[in-house]
């Protein structure tokens, strides 16, 4: 795996964990070994003047190189965030207001949350929360669920 871009420790933690996580249950999500001894995977996260270094992509990470390896389309208008265990837990995450916020600025009609943070996205105003669809997810399977890619 190559990792390129501005990418902190704990980026390049996130995703050598997606990749042991999906490496170790392969079976699971019907992935040929074969396929993965084989992959060359190369994730590039461009700087865009902001340093990446939060532990709030392992979801998205998993996400995206599961995507590749099962040969599924994930839905482009769903969002998401959390750090993934090397069990497939998802982990809660800092600055919920913020991430919904981005969220709503860029039109995403759903966003996957960790179920830890239910607390904190009960405290923000409803009417940030209006118009987009939150589902709170314990595992990684709840999130392929949802992107439809499991």
Do not use: W
Request: charged share 25%; with cysteine; hydrophobic share 40%.
């Amino acid at each position: 795996m190559i990792l390129t871009g501005l990418l902190g420790e704990v980026m390049q933690e996130s995703a050598k964990i997606a990749l042991s996580y999906l490496r170790s249950n392969h079976q699971k999500y019907k992935i040929k070994i074969e396929e993965l001894d084989k992959l060359d995977l190369h994730i590039h996260l461009p700087s865009g003047a902001v340093p990446k270094d939060g532990p709030s992509a392992g979801v998205t990470l998993t996400t995206s190189i599961a995507s590749v390896l099962m040969k599924k389309k994930v839905n482009h208008e769903i969002a998401m965030t959390g750090e993934i265990t090397l069990s497939g837990n998802v982990l809660p995450i800092g600055g919920v207001r913020e991430k919904f916020l981005a969220a709503k600025r860029a039109g995403i009609k759903k966003v996957l949350f960790p179920y830890a943070n239910l607390d904190d996205f009960d405290e923000l105003p409803e009417n940030l929360k209006k118009g987009i669809d939150v589902c709170f997810v314990k595992k990684i399977d709840d999130i392929f669920e949802e992107v439809c890619i499991k």
